[in-house]
């Protein structure tokens, strides 16, 4: 599969060079450093109550009958 | 008595995290970005049936928020033409963060990167997917993920100027990129 694939998007008709590995590395490294300081920020409240929201209503399509009060 | 429900939530909290993260470059607004994050939620816990037991749930979720995210591109696209200018304007960095100017610059030039290429740069180069993952993520060949990293880093070092004696050729379609801003992409 791998080899020779990607006329699939039209888009390598050009072969462009590998980067030279320093310039590579720079460019990795400040990407990761960019992306770290994302990763970092705190989750919102909304995802976890998102996520209990979701539990919560799929035990209680499960329990079916079972009537929890409101 | 184990309780799946349980270990997918603190599964799929661990991971967003990283889907945050991902969703925020990829769109470059951060409320759209956390939509996105949710939207993902919802249909990883909804759809679980059709995740295969004992493959990558990270790969997985990445997946879905980046087929979310280019199919609403594309309907956005169709439904507000205008919307392009407006976000546009938006592509500029967040104005508080008291990071060096390395790094303001660096988000400024993968601002200008096509979504297909920072796509694959932060699957590649961020998250650490191997091409092979990156493939299976994007739907495209192995062979377009590598040329689309490549393609990508050497515009980030061009728009960086960080290009040491390389001679790059002068790309049309990247300037067009830069001029028509983030959204405006194919």
Redesign the interface.
């Known amino acids: ?6 006329s ?2 039209g ?2 008709t ?1 072969i ?5 590995m ?3 590395g ?3 490294q ?6 770290n ?5 705190p ?2 409240d ?3 109550q ?3 929201q ?2 919560t209503r ?2 209680q399509n499960s329990d079916e009958g079972q009537g929890s009060d409101p | 008595m184990t309780r799946p429900a349980d270990d997918l939530q603190t599964l799929l909290i661990g991971a967003v995290p990283n889907l945050r993260a991902f969703a925020n470059s990829l769109c470059g607004d951060p409320t759209r970005a956390d939509d996105l994050v949710q939207d993902t939620l919802v249909k990883a816990w909804t759809n679980l049936d059709s995740f295969e037991k004992g493959s990558n749930l990270k790969a997985w979720l990445f997946t879905i928020l980046r087929n979310t995210y280019f199919s609403e591109l594309r309907k956005r696209r169709r439904e507000v033409e205008d919307a392009d200018n407006a976000m546009a304007e938006r592509m500029s960095i967040l104005p508080d963060q008291q990071v060096h100017m390395d790094l303001i610059d660096f988000k400024k030039a993968f601002g200008t990167l096509s979504d297909d290429q920072k796509e694959v740069l932060l699957l590649v180069g961020a998250e650490g997917f191997s091409y092979e993952e990156a493939a299976e993520i994007t739907g495209a060949a192995v062979g377009t993920v590598k040329s689309r990293v490549n393609r990508a880093r050497v515009a980030l070092t061009k728009s960086l100027g960080l290009e040491s004696g390389e001679d790059f050729t002068s790309n049309t379609e990247f300037m067009g990129l830069v001029r028509m801003g983030q959204t405006g992409v194919r």
């Open positions: 599969m791998g080899a020779g694939s990607a699939k998007q888009e390598s050009t462009q060079p590998p980067l030279p320093e310039l590579q720079q460019i990795g400040r990407l990761r450093e960019a992306y300081e994302l990763i970092s920020e989750v919102p909304r995802f976890v998102l996520l209990q979701l539990k799929e035990s």
